[in-house]
């Protein structure tokens, strides 16, 4: 694919034969996969930015990988021009190397990224859908630029950028189980994986806090009081955006505004009891919490997952997704 779309392409397949190639020849871009068959990918990127002797010290380098763990990609942020996570869409890497080559910086083309994402279950087309309901995004001005408040610098924010695709990933796979598989329901869930963190998108660190109200209460004292206001607030923050918008399909606003209530009214910002959670946001909610539960369990299971939230999801909507979801693998 990329052999048919730029001229002139070196492959390694070692990371001992890539060493080799960065030392002999200057590159333009490296595409550097981290879980390789005999080393990790990692240490080529350790010696092109740890040598600023070598010739492609300052050559930007896109990482690709299936899993990519949050640790390193802290650790690695800024030496990385752009993740792409696998399976990924053909066009965004294109895209993404085509920008690189031509010098764009990373706004100019990323104002709406796409989620390159489809881990954890396989679904049949999902991609291709979700692309159209991104195309109908960026032909509604209102609406793309709501989107484009996101702010999300895909250099840098693997995070974000798996959280969503994996979101609209869970969200989907527990929606066909419960037989609620129209496109409106699945373009419902790509608009609200996108919007609700919106108004912490920029920080990262505030992205990864899944919390009861208690377990809020106790980190006050710990955090900054502007970051924790903004922590507490930013569901309502963005569902207010989003009803101002009168062209965003009707339940988005719904679930962002719940996405942090949990069934036994202990979760944040309203308290919500679980009958005023709607079914759309229970099944938002439980996806939410599996995709953290996914980010932190490398080796995570469905029934691993649905045994550890029996006590917290209690409540018939919750009782009917955690079902579902034990059927999905
Ligand atoms: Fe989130
Ligand atoms: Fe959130």
Not at 31 to 42: E, M, P, S, Y
Not at 104 to 128: G, H, M, R, V
Not at 262 to 267: E, H, M, T
């Amino acid at each position: 694919m990329i052999e048919n779309q730029f001229e002139k392409v070196e492959t390694a397949t070692s990371v001992e034969m890539a060493l080799q190639k960065i030392q002999e020849n200057i590159f333009s871009c490296i595409l550097l996969d981290i879980h390789l068959k005999d080393r990790n990918g990692a240490e080529v990127l350790k010696f092109l930015k740890d040598n600023p002797e070598n010739k492609n010290h300052n050559c930007p380098v896109v990482i690709l990988s299936g899993i990519i763990n949050a640790q390193f990609v802290d650790k690695n942020k800024n030496r990385f021009a752009g993740i792409i996570i696998k399976p990924f869409n053909n066009d965004s890497l294109i895209e993404m190397i085509q920008n690189i080559l031509s010098g764009k910086k990373e706004k100019d083309y990323n104002d709406i990224p796409s989620p390159n994402c489809q881990l954890p279950f396989p679904i049949p087309q999902l991609q291709d859908k979700v692309n159209k309901v991104m195309d109908q995004v960026k032909k509604n001005n209102k609406v793309k630029q709501l989107f484009s408040e996101l702010k999300i610098d895909r250099n840098t924010d693997a995070f974000l950028m798996a959280h969503i695709g994996m979101l609209i990933n869970v969200a989907t796979g527990i929606s066909n189980k419960l037989e609620w598989n129209t496109d409106k329901t699945l373009e419902k869930f790509v608009y609200a994986a996108y919007l609700h963190d919106m108004a912490i998108a920029e920080k990262p660190e505030l992205l990864r806090i899944q919390a009861t109200t208690i377990e809020l209460e106790l980190m006050k004292d710990k955090m900054d009081s502007r970051d924790y206001k903004l922590l507490f607030d930013h569901a309502t923050l963005a569902a207010n955006k989003i009803d101002e918008i009168i062209e965003v399909p009707q339940d988005v606003g719904i679930m962002v505004r719940q996405h942090h209530e949990l069934p036994r009214g202990n979760g944040y910002p309203l308290r919500l009891p679980f009958g005023k959670i709607t079914p759309l946001s229970t099944v938002f909610i439980v996806a939410h919490d599996l995709v953290d539960y996914i980010w932190a369990n490398p080796n995570w299971t469905v029934k691993g997952y649905c045994a550890s939230v029996k006590t917290k999801f209690k409540g018939p909507h919750f009782a009917k997704v955690l079902y579902a979801l034990s059927e999905l693998s």
